[in-house]
């Protein structure tokens, strides 16, 4: 089993930029790869930014170049750094960790922070 828990979302003007992070506890030494997911109002949930434990990262088309995806592992942390935020990117960020090689059975899910980009 794993626990994650995020921090970081809030309110923030257009341009602005936040960072988020999730902490893993638990089995961590089994998680493969960690990644950040959003779900806007009406819409499904997408892949924003994931990291390997080998340090591979891919990210959306619509956020490369704004975002940053990176992993503590001495602190069992994950950082999504937004750079340069827009009003689109208005949603509630999930932190995943999936500890059987994308099998989606083996996927653990934080709650949730929203993030808000308004003037």
């Known amino acids: 089993q794993v626990q994650l828990v995020e921090s970081g979302g809030g309110l923030v003007q257009p341009g602005g930029s936040l960072r988020l992070s999730c902490a893993a506890s638990g089995s961590i030494f089994e998680i493969n790869t960690m990644g950040w997911y959003r779900q806007a109002p009406g819409q499904q949930r997408e892949l924003v930014a994931d990291?390997?434990?080998?340090?591979?990262?891919d990210y959306a088309d619509s956020v490369k170049g704004r975002f940053t995806i990176s992993r503590d592992n001495t602190k069992n942390t994950m950082y999504l750094q937004m750079n340069s935020l827009k009003p689109e990117d208005t949603a509630v960020y999930y932190c995943n960790a999936n500890t059987g090689w994308g099998n989606p059975e083996y996927d653990y899910w934080g709650q949730g922070t929203q993030v808000t980009v308004s003037s």
């Open positions: 990291i390997t434990s080998g340090g591979r990262k």
